[in-house]
């Protein structure tokens, strides 16, 4: 068989599905709400209070778009935000009870509109398609690898460097100049060792590390800088990146700074999506030549 084909086979199918429930329709559900406004009804709904960080992270969103389904949100009427008693930096946002009544009727029409697909099946079809939606679901589903954050142990170091070196030796060709700096910064770190404001953060998946990052003074009074970021290849897209950026900005509040950079390059995009999530804006960019390639450089940062 054509390895093609299975993958074209798949993609009819979901092109059919989401036609059949009408996901891909402007308004989902003859509502003026797209289906990502409604994903973001639906996780406020479902967590009470939030804030836009953890919407974003949680539902993959660029915080910019996110941002603007917001503020649409705020002048219908159906959240709305308040300052953290803790943290008066923080916007709480959660559902009004327009918000709520608007969702609970978005939800009531979901259920109907299955409730009518599936009773057109009868009772032998209903369940031949039940069964295969458990099938596929079975086939598909990967189960999450357990992983913690924890403070660096003996030796953790030494890893993250050779981690670094290795990685990036392997998906970007990078040569010893970018291990001989992560290297440095390893040891800046090592000599002055944590402090009320320097930390760095390991993350564990059954006593291997899996990822890192760390967060320290930056050259500017009261900013910090998020360095070291990695995550193991077979770990992305558990959410450990995500994990150790809150763990660091979490940090770098508590810690009374005012605003966070990152140094980074172009060639990283997965990394600068996962930036934008979290609220990083780019300040600014420049071409460079280091680690034998040619680069653009790029400072990003948020205020805390």
């Known amino acids: 068989m054509d390895s093609r084909q299975p993958v074209a086979r798949v993609r009819e199918f979901n092109r059919f599905f989401t036609h059949q429930i009408g996901l891909l329709n402007e308004g989902l559900l003859d509502s003026p709400y797209s289906l990502t406004e409604v994903r973001v009804l639906f996780e406020l709904r479902q967590t009470g209070d939030s804030d836009a960080t953890h919407l974003a992270n949680t539902l993959g969103l660029d915080a910019g778009?996110?941002?603007?389904?917001?503020?649409?949100f705020v002048a219908d009427g159906l959240i709305e935000r308040d300052r953290d008693d803790r943290d008066a930096r923080r916007r709480i946002l959660r559902l009004t009870a327009r918000g709520q009544m608007v969702f609970d009727e978005l939800d009531q029409r979901s259920s109907a509109?299955?409730?009518?697909?599936?009773?057109?099946?009868?009772?032998?079809?209903?369940?031949?398609?039940?069964?295969?939606?458990?099938?596929i679901q079975d086939r598909l589903t990967r189960a999450v690898p357990s992983y913690r954050l924890r403070e660096p142990r003996t030796g953790d170091l030494g890893r993250i460097v050779t981690r670094h070196a290795e990685l990036y030796a392997e998906e970007h060709g990078w040569n010893r100049q970018y291990e001989?700096?992560?290297?440095?910064?390893?040891?800046?770190?090592?000599?002055?060792?944590?402090?009320?404001?320097?930390?760095?953060?390991?993350?564990?998946?059954?006593?291997?590390?899996?990822?890192?990052?760390?967060?320290?003074?930056?050259?500017?009074?009261?900013?910090?800088?998020?360095?070291?970021?990695?995550?193991?290849?077979?770990?992305?897209?558990?959410?450990?990146?995500?994990?150790l950026i809150e763990r660091c900005l979490?940090?770098?509040?508590?810690?009374?700074?005012?605003?966070?950079?990152?140094?980074?390059?172009?060639?990283?995009?997965?990394?600068?999506?996962?930036?934008?999530?979290?609220g990083f804006e780019m300040e600014s960019e420049?071409?460079?030549?280091?680690?034998?390639d040619e680069l653009v450089a790029q400072t990003w940062g948020r205020d805390l």
Not at 262 to 275: D, E, K, M, P
């Open 65 to 72: 778009y996110l941002s603007r389904i917001l503020r649409r």
């Open 113 to 135: 509109q299955i409730a009518d697909l599936l009773a057109e099946l009868g009772p032998q079809g209903r369940g031949e398609v039940l069964s295969a939606m458990s099938t």
């Open 286 to 292: 420049s071409l460079t030549s280091m680690f034998g």
């Open 180 to 243: 001989a700096l992560v290297a440095t910064i390893m040891a800046d770190f090592g000599a002055s060792g944590p402090s009320a404001k320097a930390r760095l953060w390991v993350a564990d998946s059954g006593g291997d590390m899996v990822g890192s990052i760390m967060c320290v003074p930056d050259d500017e009074p009261d900013v910090a800088k998020l360095r070291v970021l990695l995550v193991e290849p077979h770990m992305r897209g558990h959410g450990v990146g995500g994990a």
């Open 250 to 278: 979490s940090f770098a509040t508590e810690a009374g700074y005012r605003r966070i950079r990152l140094w980074t390059v172009n060639r990283l995009t997965q990394a600068a999506r996962l930036y934008r999530r979290f």
